[in-house]
């Protein structure tokens, strides 16, 4: 009898050393997650932090991991990173490499940090696509998680009631987690994780471990978003909330910088519009802002997201750009000239040509300079060589 109590005594003992040990495990997991996501005030490297950690073997080891952020003023919930393989061969490749390399979540985050970030996976451009409402009818699960609060575990039955929501068609998962990440009991974004090649069950300890990730996780994001709007706030045009004049220089010393590292082109184009004084003088300069304000959103809209939309000064804009030649450029810059055109601003029959035009000069590295002034020294050269060919047109020598 008091054998078979020491035994059972034993197994006990293994039992809670076991759960010491994951518990530290765990412990150690969040620690060094949380102490990465402190690294950075910049909200994609945040993301990928966040979903390394959710996927990586060193950290909680799920295949996959979608991070969608709640667009408060769109009242959408976006898209915003996907990692994971879309096969089991890649699947391999990628666990074998970071096995055989000894990567640690640190390499892995370091990976990210110095990497050309331009080469995106489908998976990753699938869940970029993904824009889905807050409302409780049409948004779906994500407006479930946002809505509620509460994390979900869905499989089977409960899994085949939303086989028509896009994230599930996205993931054609057998069973996934759904975690909200909050910052001051406000959901901001969702975690989604699956495990789509291994298989392997979602258990209660990973969800919980999931619940303490996105806590601190909703937390970086938020003050990440904080930190961008105080940037925007301190770098914007008070009028066209564009890029103002002195972070388009940074911009461009910047991305020069990253085009000579990367042997790409890169293209500067300088716009003023066309008799703007006649317009201002006329009209007015409660006029004159609100047509700089309607061309500068334009100019944003029709841009690619990649460009930089500055506002030079005045009524001049400058968009830098990046890894863009010369002959691409000009059919972009063609292309907003034609756009300018169809705009109808308000009064524009005022003007010489009846209606508000631009006149754009275009310069490109490495044949136009090398440095900052010399590309916007070329680029204004050929802004007065199309003024003076009679304005309404585009020029690059």
Same mark, same amino acid.
């Given at each position: 009898?008091?054998?078979? *109590? /020491?035994? =059972?005594?034993?197994?006990?003992?293994?039992?809670?050393?076991?759960?010491?040990?994951?518990?530290?495990?765990?412990?150690?997991?969040?620690?060094?997650?949380?102490?990465?996501?402190?690294? !950075?005030?910049?909200?994609?490297?945040?993301?990928?932090?966040?979903?390394?950690?959710? /996927?990586?073997?060193?950290?909680?080891?799920?295949?996959?991991?979608?991070?969608?952020?709640?667009?408060?003023?769109?009242?959408?919930?976006?898209?915003?990173?996907?990692?994971?393989?879309?096969?089991?061969?890649?699947?391999?490749?990628?666990?074998?490499?970071?096995?055989?390399?000894?990567?640690?979540?640190?390499?892995?985050?370091?990976?990210?940090?110095?990497?050309?970030?331009?080469?995106?996976?489908?998976?990753?451009?699938?869940?970029?696509?993904?824009?889905?409402?807050?409302?409780?009818?049409?948004?779906?699960?994500?407006?479930?998680?946002?809505?509620?609060?509460?994390?979900?575990?869905?499989?089977?039955?409960?899994?085949?009631?939303?086989?028509?929501?896009?994230?599930?068609?996205?993931?054609?998962?057998?069973?996934?987690?759904?975690?909200?990440?909050?910052?001051?009991?406000?959901?901001?974004?969702?975690?989604?994780?699956?495990?789509?090649?291994?298989?392997?069950?979602?258990?209660?300890?990973?969800?919980?471990?999931?619940?303490?990730?996105?806590?601190?996780?909703?937390?970086?994001?938020?003050?990440?978003?904080?930190?961008?709007? /105080?940037?925007?706030?301190?770098?914007?045009?008070?009028?066209?909330?564009?890029?103002?004049?002195?972070?388009?220089?940074?911009?461009?010393?910047?991305?020069?910088?990253? !085009?000579?590292?990367?042997?790409?082109?890169?293209?500067?184009?300088?716009?003023?519009?066309?008799?703007?004084?006649?317009?201002?003088?006329?009209?007015?300069?409660? @006029?004159?802002?609100? @047509?700089?304000?309607?061309?500068?959103?334009?100019?944003?809209?029709?841009?690619?997201?990649?460009?930089?939309?500055?506002?030079?000064?005045? =009524?001049?804009?400058?968009?830098?750009?990046?890894?863009?030649?010369?002959? =691409?450029?000009?059919?972009?810059?063609?292309?907003?000239?034609?756009?300018?055109?169809?705009?109808?601003?308000?009064?524009?029959?005022?003007?010489?040509?009846?209606?508000?035009?631009? %006149?754009?000069?275009?310069? %490109?590295?490495?044949?136009?300079?090398? *440095?900052?002034? =010399?590309?916007?020294?070329?680029?204004?050269?050929?802004?007065?060589?199309?003024?003076?060919?009679?304005?309404? /047109?585009?020029?690059?020598?």
């Amino acid at each position: 009898m008091l054998k078979l *109590a /020491t035994v =059972e005594t034993n197994e006990d003992l293994n039992k809670i050393k076991e759960e010491l040990e994951r518990t530290k495990m765990e412990l150690g997991i969040l620690y060094e997650i949380s102490n990465a996501m402190r690294t !950075t005030l910049k909200l994609d490297e945040i993301l990928y932090i966040i979903l390394t950690g959710v /996927t990586a073997h060193i950290g909680l080891g799920f295949n996959r991991a979608i991070l969608f952020l709640v667009n408060e003023k769109e009242k959408i919930i976006e898209g915003k990173m996907g990692f994971g393989p879309e096969s089991g061969e890649e699947a391999n490749r990628i666990w074998t490499q970071i096995e055989q390399e000894k990567m640690n979540l640190e390499d892995l985050i370091n990976a990210y940090k110095t990497s050309d970030k331009t080469i995106e996976s489908g998976f990753n451009k699938q869940v970029k696509r993904l824009r889905l409402p807050v409302h409780e009818q049409n948004g779906g699960l994500l407006a479930l998680g946002v809505l509620d609060g509460m994390p979900l575990l869905l499989s089977g039955e409960n899994l085949q009631k939303y086989r028509d929501d896009p994230v599930i068609q996205l993931l054609r998962s057998e069973e996934l987690a759904l975690i909200p990440l909050k910052a001051k009991d406000k959901v901001n974004g969702i975690i989604v994780a699956d495990n789509l090649i291994t298989k392997k069950a979602i258990s209660k300890d990973d969800i919980r471990m999931l619940r303490m990730l996105a806590n601190q996780a909703g937390l970086a994001v938020e003050n990440s978003q904080l930190y961008e709007k /105080t940037v925007m706030r301190a770098h914007s045009d008070s009028l066209t909330e564009l890029w103002n004049h002195g972070y388009f220089q940074y911009l461009l010393q910047t991305e020069l910088e990253k !085009t000579k590292a990367t042997k790409a082109p890169l293209t500067l184009m300088l716009i003023d519009i066309d008799f703007f004084k006649i317009y201002n003088d006329t009209l007015g300069h409660q @006029a004159g802002d609100k @047509a700089l304000k309607e061309l500068a959103q334009l100019l944003k809209n029709q841009s690619r997201k990649m460009d930089y939309v500055c506002r030079y000064g005045g =009524e001049e804009f400058s968009i830098i750009l990046p890894q863009t030649e010369k002959k =691409e450029a000009f059919l972009i810059a063609e292309r907003l000239r034609q756009d300018i055109i169809k705009l109808r601003f308000c009064n524009e029959g005022i003007l010489p040509q009846k209606q508000l035009t631009v %006149s754009i000069g275009l310069s %490109s590295f490495p044949e136009d300079g090398e *440095a900052p002034s =010399e590309l916007i020294n070329a680029s204004d050269r050929n802004l007065y060589q199309a003024k003076h060919q009679g304005k309404n /047109t585009t020029c690059c020598t």
